[in-house]
């Protein structure tokens, strides 16, 4: 079992430009997340997907989109990139209700 | 809706000594509990959770944490720190039933010196 993967680990954009990070998970887990990781401030929920075919906004979902693909996948996408979301992304899944499983994450910087 | 809050930013200990990284969290009734470490440039990995029973709960790498109700704390420690337990330590805090949102708090940083 691979887990849950990422594609791709560090990505640099400029201004404006647009992307889609891609999540999957091969543990047939009903929930997928998409956190942002910014030093002193944790873990943000972005969106998260409680079944395939489903997504809601999480704690700071403004200049994202997400798609829950198939019950595998759920990608994330930026349309038009900012400085403000240079961070590090995270995509997780799990059983709902239960421990979360996390990738290695993406190292995003906006210039 | 849940909370979680990790008073210690970072903490330093001496390879040997005792660990107990702090947690608190807010919520009406008994949450699920979580802790994860991150080490560098790493996702994060669950060491233990807390669901129910015992509120005692053993994990990997010789960590442990205990649910205390009455405080509302969740701490985690370990008796004998090593150097590879240098990381980023989450407590996450979850609420049963529902749509099920883990809340995470800010992280301790532990630092180990020699």
């Known amino acids: 079992n691979a887990g849950v993967t990422q594609t791709p680990k560090f990505q640099v954009l400029k201004t404006g430009q647009s992307m889609t990070l891609q999540c999957a998970q091969d543990?047939?887990?009903?929930?997928m997340y998409w956190y942002r990781q910014d030093p002193g401030m944790g873990l943000r929920l972005i969106y998260y997907?409680?079944?395939?075919?489903?997504?809601d906004k999480g704690e700071v979902p403004n200049g994202y989109n997400v798609s829950r693909l198939n019950k595998r996948e759920f990608s994330l996408r930026l349309e038009s990139a900012a400085p403000s979301q240079t961070s590090v992304y995270f995509c997780?899944?799990?059983?709902?209700?239960?421990?979360?499983?996390f990738g290695p994450g993406t190292r995003l910087t906006v210039l | 809706a849940q909370s979680v809050t990790q008073p210690d930013i970072h903490i330093t200990v001496s390879e040997g000594a005792s660990l107990e990284l702090r947690c608190n969290y807010s919520?009406?009734?008994?949450?699920?509990l979580f802790w994860y470490v991150q080490s560098p440039g790493q996702g994060l990995q669950l060491l233990l959770k807390?669901?129910?029973?015992?509120?005692l709960v053993q994990g990997i790498k010789g960590f442990e944490a205990e649910f205390k109700r009455s405080q509302s704390s969740f701490n985690l420690r370990k008796p004998s720190v090593h150097w590879s337990d240098a990381a980023e330590y989450f407590c996450?805090?979850?609420?049963?039933?529902?749509?099920?949102?883990?809340?995470f708090g800010r992280g301790t940083s532990l630092i180990v010196h020699p």
């Open positions: 997780a899944s799990g059983p709902t209700g239960d421990e979360q499983f």
């Open positions: 543990m047939n887990h009903n929930s």
């Open positions: 997907s409680a079944s395939e075919g489903t997504t």
């Open positions: 919520y009406g009734a008994t949450p699920y």
């Open positions: 807390y669901f129910s029973g015992d509120t």
């Open positions: 996450a805090v979850g609420a049963p039933g529902g749509s099920y949102i883990p809340t």
